[in-house]
């Protein structure tokens, strides 16, 4: 059984910050890629960055690009998504998945593992 659970959404003013958290249960999370989706009301389901599995390297969409940073502790087994300089356009429920290969995919098709989801509500 492989279970992800996020944590740390909430709301918070424009140019502040957030750290989002991935557990992963069942699972080396370290094995496999991982990413942080987001979803805004009426819009699909957007990438925003991922981390590969083994080699730790990253993907960042261009609309985070030097704003958003994602980590992995192997230790604790998570992943987390370090968020700075919110924007409102950012506001999403925010998804942790993960891949079966270690390899980044871009498409939500490519992840299995899903998380509950977590909201992040950037205000003006």
């Known amino acids: 059984q492989v279970s992800l659970v996020e944590s740390g959404g909430g709301l918070v003013q424009a140019g502040g910050s957030l750290r989002l958290s991935c557990a992963a249960a069942g699972r080396t999370i370290s094995n496999y890629a991982t990413a942080w989706f987001r979803q805004a009301p009426g819009k699909e389901r957007e990438f925003v960055v991922a981390i590969s599995g083994n080699s730790g390297a990253t993907s960042v969409a261009t609309s985070v690009k030097g704003r958003f940073t994602i980590s992995r502790n192997n230790a604790k087994n998570t992943v987390s998504l370090e968020m700075n300089n919110l924007k409102p356009e950012d506001t999403a429920v925010y998804y942790c998945?993960?891949?079966?290969?270690?390899?980044?995919?871009?498409?939500?098709?490519?992840?299995?593992?899903w998380g509950q989801g977590t909201q992040v509500t950037v205000s003006s």
């Open positions: 998945a993960q891949n079966v290969r270690t390899m980044i995919g871009l498409s939500a098709y490519d992840y299995v593992y």
